[in-house]
């Protein structure tokens, strides 16, 4: 008998993610009338009463339904796989796949924008990625620096009920505004209101489609696409609104186009795109800095010669091709980031850094599932808002993995490694770090997949 692994991934995904979409309802305790007010106007009364729920609301019930049948036609197509064709089988089954995605993710983060729109800017979304976001875009078409204004008289001030700190900080950096800008302005003209999430939707579809450009088999494409677009934390924050999806894009966007530029002789014109595209997740969140190293040493892969640490008569020539590759990355930093630094450097310092290190007057809370946790078990800190130097274990974990990372690179210079060394650093540091939020996990595992599956052999 045909075991195949695919089914058995999808399986458990689909499974995961629809039990994480209905527990995540009971955190919503106004979700049953909301959803009745909001298809009051096509669903008949009845047929809603009926499918009415402890554990869920009916359009939640009905997308489940609909996954699970998708997810039992992938089950049968599976079955025929001796009657029908490959290219059919691939053909079926990645269109099922993207249709469970479209229902669980597209349709549960349609159902929160529009909740949202009937009740209150502050309900079913979350408060950095979507409301602060929202708010900083006003402010920059109002020519107002975000790092400058405060958030007190926002709809920001009704999210949450205890260490609001963020209402005094924006932690990102202007790219997540200053791009996001021209889609505010369409949809208003269009819709009359804005979400967001319309464009943290629609980037984590184009994702999806370039990280199946990627992977190099039938296989490979299907996993990549379940794993990634029903991860069951990723897709939670492409649902409700954190901004993972928007930094991961234009990280997958620079690995395509590299991609792009292996297979074209390492052309000149897609390396270029590339580091735009790098340029772009850096002026973003500082997350995409820890990849710069990996990305530099898979630039100079031709060049870097057979030792890890080359002559140091090489060094010039290599600091004179890194900048001649690398070059749009500091300036997209500087076109991007730099009017906003000059504006006022002490504020974006403190919005950006000095929050999340604990050292701002009103700091980010100590917390998440890492290292953190034990420095309050053992009542290190007074309280959670209090000083602790997490640079201090920061550096212990974090430095000695970059150094293997960059080493296992440097054996095998490839794409894959390169990701795998991001991962690699970013999770130590991470566990180690303030706060290891869920959401971070949720953004390492999409980029460990791809590391794992957009080469022909995956590392082990």
Aim: a neutral charge; hydrophobic letters at 55%; proline letters at 5%.
């Amino acid at each position: 008998m045909r075991k195949s692994i695919d089914v058995l991934f999808l399986f458990i995904l689909v499974i995961a993610r629809a039990r994480i979409d209905t527990l995540a309802d009971l955190v919503l305790p106004q979700r049953q009338e909301d959803v009745r007010r909001l298809v009051a106007a096509w669903w008949p009364v009845d047929s809603f009463n009926l499918l009415t729920e402890w554990l869920s609301d009916p359009v939640t019930v009905m997308l489940v339904s609909t996954a699970f049948g998708l997810l039992l036609c992938y089950v049968v197509i599976d079955a025929l796989t001796d009657w029908l064709s490959p290219t059919a089988i691939y053909r079926l089954k990645l269109g099922l796949i993207y249709g469970i995605i479209i229902v669980l993710v597209g349709g549960k983060t349609m159902l929160l924008i529009g909740l949202r729109h009937i009740t209150d800017p502050a309900a079913y979304t979350h408060d950095g990625g979507v409301i602060q976001t929202e708010i900083t875009i006003q402010y920059f078409l109002a020519s107002k620096s975000p790092y400058i204004e405060n958030y007190l008289n926002t709809p920001m001030a009704s999210w949450g009920i205890e260490f609001r700190t963020a209402l005094y900080h924006y932690p990102y950096l202007p790219w997540t505004f200053v791009f996001s800008a021209p889609f505010y302005l369409l949809s208003q003209v269009t819709l009359g209101w804005y979400d967001q999430r319309f464009l943290y939707l629609t980037l984590f579809a184009l994702s999806l489609f370039m990280a199946q450009a990627l992977a190099p088999t039938r296989l490979y494409k299907l996993l990549i696409v379940m794993f990634m677009g029903l991860n069951p934390i990723l897709a939670s924050d492409v649902i409700f609104g954190q901004n993972d999806s928007f930094i991961l894009f234009w990280l997958i966007l620079a690995v395509w186009l590299a991609r792009q530029a292996e297979q074209r002789n390492n052309s000149h014109y897609y390396t270029l795109l590339a580091n735009v595209a790098f340029g772009c997740a850096c002026a973003s969140k500082p997350t995409a800095w820890f990849m710069a190293p990996f990305w530099a040493l898979y630039l100079l892969r031709h060049e870097w010669g057979d030792s890890f640490m080359p002559a140091p008569t090489q060094w010039l020539y290599l600091g004179r091709l890194f900048l001649q590759r690398t070059w749009p990355i500091f300036i997209v930093m500087l076109v991007v980031v730099g009017p906003w630094f000059a504006w006022s450097p002490d504020a974006m310092i403190d919005d950006v850094w000095r929050w999340s290190s604990g050292t701002a007057a009103k700091p980010y809370q100590i917390r998440g599932w890492g290292l953190s946790n034990f420095v309050l078990a053992f009542q290190l800190v007074p309280d959670r808002l209090a000083f602790w130097p997490f640079w201090a274990t920061e550096i212990l974990f974090a430095a000695p993995m970059l150094l293997l990372t960059l080493w296992r690179q440097f054996r095998q210079n490839s794409l894959g490694l390169m990701l795998m060394g991001y991962v690699g650093l970013l999770f130590p540091f991470f566990y180690s770090s303030r706060f290891l939020n869920e959401n971070y996990l949720g953004f390492l595992a999409a980029l460990l997949i791809m590391a794992y599956l957009i080469e022909e052999e995956p590392n082990q």
